[in-house]
Structure formats: structure tokens, C-alpha cells
């Protein structure tokens, strides 16, 4: 940050890197994780499988275009939160970001135990891996990401690129060998595909299961909304970066499965923690170390881009008033990086447990539930503020496509086969009424909270950002107001 600049988050991410961000964040641990997870509730159905990550890919690019008129609309960072705000008012606003508290740690937690696991799977051949170990590998992976994340948008968008080149070598290498497999045609390999229906058919609940694992590995496609304010031309560059990669990433993930299912059985699949060393072991058990390696890039850009995107939010947040402010202010670098440490805090306590499977449901359960209020805002926003620009508008079927799949997800396993972890994620959003009443509604503690502000602004070196000063022009850009019109709230 030059002297003199206001202190602002700055629009320097363009088609090119918005593109990368997506591949980052959308295929990572859940290519790799996933499969067995779908599996599992599909019944040992290959052909139910491979449906399910077919209609995934589907249900994701519906998801992902209604998502974008999010960021189109208001090009800010955390703009979910900030429609939410508008749309549904700040209750409903302050339960988003209650659920993301936990979620997306959660789901940070679950990648780097994954992460670990593969960095450390070659040092025990044959045997699992002592949980010790694995967890403090995974809590140095998380800090050095929090150290990268504070440097700057420059050095995040430069790891990015290189870590998605070294995962989709990988992954390109898995499904042009799978395909290899199939044309030699043999028996063993074409079975499974030939009588990919003959397994037991999954029922509804355990479908709905099937697709949050499934949608797990396509978690992240709205990282371009909440890192809206840093995007150079966000109404033309967030559609177009959404279509071009999960286009891509649809491709690459039916490949890849097609590929795992020529090698390895479904049982084979079911038990291995680490589905694609398993399949390298048994194509060239020699260059198993690459797999690992290529595997660990992939999980480990998408932590980071999680880890960046989601510090945008809870400073969004801080600056609407239901974070402590402190989350809000930026080091010299433009990084929110108070934010960046309390998400990493989160993270860390949430790596004690490891079940991984366990994880991704935590996860989905609440992301469904985050995306159908969203959609409920949407459409609330277009009958009450129909003259709002829009540069980019969703076509309602989609919108509709999307609120019944997320009623789908959520509601059917509740009814059909509820779980502990069902009652333990409605408990948890419901307990966000004991913060929200007396911190932010009352606004109790105020006086406190601003002693730690004062002292943490001196240790960290940060400063609090100055208003936001852009609005979106009729024609859908993003202009600079005039300095007496300059606000930080609407």
C-alpha cells in the first residue's frame, strides 16, 4: 500500500486469475474424497454413482449462474452477506454468517486432515497413519497458508497458478490413463461398466447423501461473489469465469471417476482413505510419491483460496457491524488478516476431530441451507426493488431449480434417516440467538470489544478501511463515487 492510498481492498483479479481462483477452490480435496462418499450412499452402484456426478455438475452450474447476479448486483467482497442483509434484513444476515463461523473452518479442517494424510501416507506403506502426526502437519499447513494469505493478492494469485497447473497435470495424467484402460478393452476393466445398474438401487435419503458428497467436490463455485470487490469488471467476469470452469471441472471429474472405476473395485474404492494413491499403486506403484505430490497441490490451493475468500466476508461483516471491527481492518499488504487468524483459530480446533465423511455432511447440510435463503432473497429483491441494476440477471428456472434442490438436500435426510449431526447443526443455528441479541442487536460490550480493538490494531499493524466509495453504473460498471458521496453503508 503506497502513501497516500486510501485504505481499501483493491480491484487487481481479471478474467485469467478469476478463472484460476475457481479451478483452485473447486477442485480440491473433494475429487479425491468424495468418490468413496458417493459410493458408499449410492449402494456400491456404479451407474447411480456416475449419474449422481453427472446431475452434481448440473445442479452446480444452475447454482452457480443464480449465484452470480449476487456479485454482479453489489461487485463487493462478502457480497452474499450483504444481499442477505438487504434483501432479508440483518437477522437473517447475521445467521448466514453465524453458519459460516463454523462451516467453512469446518470444511478447512476436513482439507488439510486430507492434505496431511496424502503428504504423509508414503512415509507408512501398508498401514494407516498415526492421527498425531497427520494433525500437526495439517495445523503448519493452515498457519503457512495464514502467512501467504498476509503478504498480499499478488502472492496468493501467483501460488494459485502454479498449484493448478501441478494439479491438473495430475489430473489430466488419472483420466487420459483411465481412457487408455477402456479402449485396450479389458474384461475386468469393461465389467463394471457393462453392468454399471445390476448393484442395489440407493433410496431417496441416502441419494440426497450421495449428492451432498458428490456436491462437496463442487463447493467453492461462489468464491468470485465473495471476493466480488477485488475483481476487475465483476458483472462480465464473474459469468464468464463461472461457465468456462465448471464446464472444465464437470469434465475432468466424470474422467477422473470413469478412470478410478477402470482400476479399482468399489470395494477397493470404499477401502482406501486415499482413493487416487490407491489407484497409482496399482497402475505405476513407482511413481505413487507423484501422485502424493500432485494431490497435495491440488488440496492445498484450495485451502488457500478458501482461506482468502472467506476473510473477505467476515470483514464485510465487521463493517456492517456484527463482527468486532477489528476483523475489518487491513495490514500494508490490503489483507484483512485479523480475519485470516481467527479463521485459522477456528480452523485448528475443528482438525481435533477426523472423520472426514462426517465433515463433508457438516459442511453441505449448512451450505444448502445458506444457499436457499439466499435464493429466497433473490427473488424477494427482484418483486421489491425491481429498478436495482442488474447487470447480470438469473433466469428464474434456474433460481427455482435451485431453491428445490436445497430444500431437497435438506429436508429429505431429516425426514427419511435423521442423524445426530442434523440436531447438532440446527442446534448450533440456533444458538446464534445468544450472540446476536445482547452483541449485536443491544450492542452490549461495546466498550470492551473497543480496548482489544485498540490493542490488537498496535500489535498487528493493521488499520481500519476507509468508506466505500464505488456504486454500479447503469451500464453495470463499477464507478467511483464523488468524495462527498463516499459511504460505508447502505
Known amino acids: 500500500m503506497k502513501v497516500g492510498e486510501s ?15 475457481l479451478f483452485s477452490i473447486i477442485i480440491g480435496a473433494g475429487i479425491f474424497i468424495a468418490p468413496k462418499g458417493v459410493l458408499k450412499y449410492s449402494s456400491l452402484n456404479v451407474g447411480v454413482s456416475l449419474s449422481i456426478w453427472a446431475a452434481c455438475a448440473v445442479v452446480s452450474m444452475l447454482a452457480a449462474l443464480s449465484h452470480a ?14 444481499f442477505l442483509k438487504r434483501s432479508l434484513g440483518p437477522f437473517v444476515a447475521f445467521f448466514y454468517l453465524w453458519i459460516n463461523l463454523f462451516s467453512t473452518p469446518a470444511g478447512i479442517a476436513a482439507r488439510s486432515l486430507m492434505l496431511a494424510g496424502y503428504i504423509t501416507q508414503p512415509f507408512y506403506p501398508g498401514c494407516f497413519v498415526p492421527e498425531m ?26 501460488f494459485q497458478t502454479v498449484s493448478t497447473a501441478v494439479k491438473m497435470t495430475v489430473l489430466g495424467f488419472i483420466s487420459v490413463t483411465g481412457i487408455v484402460l477402456l479402449v485396450r478393452g479389458r474384461r475386468e476393466n469393461l465389467a463394471r461398466f457393462e453392468k454399471a445398474f445390476d448393484a442395489d438401487v440407493p433410496d431417496a435419503s441416502q441419494i440426497a447423501e450421495a449428492f451432498l458428497q458428490g456436491l462437496f467436490a463442487y463447493s467453492g463455485w461462489g ?12 458483472s462480465e467476469n464473474i459469468p464468464k469465469c463461472v461457465v468456462t470452469a465448471l464446464t472444465l471441472v464437470a469434465l475432468i471429474y466424470l474422467l477422473v471417476n470413469v478412470s ?32 502424493s505430490l500432485g494431490v497435495s497441490s491440488a488440496i492445498v490451493s484450495s485451502l488457500n483460496c478458501t482461506v482468502f475468500s472467506t476473510s473477505r466476508l467476515w470483514c464485510m461483516a465487521s463493517q456492517e457491524g456484527q463482527l468486532p471491527l477489528i476483523l475489518s481492518t487491513l495490514n500494508i499488504h490490503s489483507c484483512p488478516v485479523a480475519a ?41 429483491l427482484r418483486f421489491q426493488e425491481p429498478n436495482l441494476s442488474r447487470p447480470y440477471k438469473a433466469r428464474l428456472p434456474f433460481v427455482f431449480g435451485t431453491m428445490a434442490m436445497s430444500l431437497f438436500l435438506v429436508l429429505t435426510p431429516i425426514i427419511k434417516a435423521p442423524q445426530m449431526y442434523h440436531i447438532y447443526v440446527i442446534l448450533f443455528i440456533l444458538s446464534g440467538l445468544l450472540f446476536y441479541l445482547p452483541f449485536v442487536h443491544f450492542n452490549l460490550g461495546s466498550t470492551y470489544f473497543n480496548k482489544i480493538t485498540c490493542f490488537l490494531q498496535l500489535l498487528l499493524n493493521v488499520s481500519p478501511t476507509d468508506d466505500i466509495d464505488e456504486y454500479i453504473s447503469t451500464g453495470g460498471n463499477v464507478q467511483k463515487n464523488p468524495p462527498a458521496t463516499a459511504t460505508k453503508k447502505e
Open 7 to 21: 485504505t481499501q481492498l483493491r480491484r487487481v483479479i481479471g478474467y485469467f486469475h478469476g478463472t484460476i481462483f
Open 69 to 82: 447476479e449476487l456479485g454482479t448486483t453489489f461487485p463487493r467482497s462478502g457480497a452474499q452477506y450483504y
Open 133 to 158: 502426526p497427520k494433525k500437526c502437519l495439517a495445523l503448519a499447513i493452515l498457519w503457512c497458508l495464514g502467512i501467504l494469505n498476509a503478504r498480499g493478492v499478488k502472492e496468493v494469485t501467483w
Open 223 to 234: 468464491v468470485l461473489v465473495r471476493i466480488a470487490g477485488e475483481l476487475k469488471s465483476p
Open 260 to 291: 478410478y472405476l477402470a482400476v479399482l473395485t468399489p470395494k477397493e474404492i470404499m477401502s482406501s482413505d486415499a482413493v487416487a494413491v490407491s489407484w497409482m499403486d496399482r497402475v505405476i506403484p513407482s511413481l505413487q510419491w507423484a501422485i
Open 340 to 380: 485470516v487468524i481467527q479463521m485459522l483459530i477456528f480452523a485448528s480446533i475443528l482438525t481435533i476431530p477426523s472423520d472426514l465423511i462426517l465433515l463433508i455432511n457438516y459442511v453441505g447440510f449448512t451450505d444448502w441451507i445458506q444457499l436457499g435463503l439466499m435464493m429466497m432473497g433473490l427473488l424477494k
